[in-house]
C-alpha cells in the first residue's frame, strides 16, 4: 500500500493563490502520472489536472490557465499551484498515482488515493 499525503489547503478569498503538495513514499511519483480531483459536496470527483511520467499535462477546462500540475522526482512530490481562486473551487482537493503511467479520467482508476485537503475560496 502506498500512502499519499496532501497539504496545503486552506482558506482564501476570491482571487488569492494556494499550493498544494501530494508526497509520495520511494520513486514512484517519477514512474506514475499523478492526478489531482476534488469534491465538492456530492459524490462527484472531477480530476482538475495530471502529470505523467514523461511530463505531459492535463487540465479540466474549468481550470485552464489558472492551476499549474508540477512534479519534482527527486524529492517525491507533484504540486498543484492554484491561482486567480474562485468560489467554485472550493472543495477537497485529492491526490492520486497511476503506478502504470496512464492518465485516467476517473478517480477509481487510479490505483492509489490521498485523504485529502480542503480548500476555501469565499467571495
Known amino acids: 500500500q502506498v500512502q499519499l499525503v496532501e497539504s496545503g489547503g486552506g482558506s482564501v478569498q476570491a482571487g488569492g493563490s494556494l499550493r498544494l503538495s501530494c508526497a509520495a513514499p520511494?520513486?514512484?511519483?517519477?514512474?506514475?502520472?499523478v492526478g489531482w480531483f476534488r469534491q465538492a459536496p456530492g459524490p462527484t470527483r472531477e480530476r482538475v489536472a495530471a502529470?505523467?511520467?514523461?511530463?505531459?499535462?492535463y487540465y479540466a477546462d474549468s481550470v485552464k490557465g489558472r492551476f499549474t500540475i508540477s512534479k519534482d522526482n527527486a524529492k517525491n512530490t507533484v504540486s498543484l499551484q492554484m491561482s486567480s481562486l474562485k468560489p467554485e473551487d472550493t472543495a477537497m482537493y485529492f491526490c492520486?498515482?497511476?503506478?502504470?503511467?496512464?492518465?485516467?479520467?476517473?478517480?477509481?482508476?487510479?490505483?492509489?488515493g490521498g485523504q485529502g485537503t480542503q480548500v476555501t475560496v469565499s467571495s
Open positions: 502529470i505523467s511520467p514523461d511530463g505531459l499535462l
Open positions: 492520486a498515482v497511476s503506478p502504470n503511467g496512464v492518465c485516467y479520467p476517473f478517480w477509481n482508476q487510479f490505483t492509489y
Open positions: 520511494g520513486d514512484i511519483i517519477g514512474r506514475s502520472c
